[in-house]
């Protein structure tokens, strides 16, 4: 999958709220897509939304493309990504079996 394919994709399951968790923590979030960013609200100690942008998926997506692929959904493989725990859940919900492409 493209990252133009993903983030559409992104964009239609999030337009109505999504929820869905971290993977390694299991910390619970909700996303929501608005006026061209995800929204997402954890439902743990702070409660403020995080607008997130197309680029700072990318930026993930990009790192991801490059990884073996037992190593793609891993958290400390984005510590270059202050949110890459939340983008990483959502690309794996999207991405399901599909393969990154760059």
């Known amino acids: ?6 983030w559409i994709s992104l964009c239609k399951k999030t337009s109505g709220g999504f929820e869905s968790q971290t993977l390694a923590q299991k910390r619970p979030f909700i996303a929501t897509y608005s006026s061209g960013k995800i929204i997402v609200k954890p439902n743990y100690k702070t409660k403020e939304p995080r607008p997130l942008s197309s680029e700072e998926f990318h930026k993930v997506w990009i790192i991801a493309a490059k990884l073996p692929k037992h190593e793609i959904f891993k958290r400390k493989n984005y510590n270059n990504s202050y949110h890459g725990s939340y983008i990483i859940s959502m690309m794996k919900t999207i991405l399901g079996e599909e393969e990154i492409e760059e």
Not at 1 to 6: G, L, R, V
């Open 1 to 6: 999958m493209k990252f133009n394919e993903f």
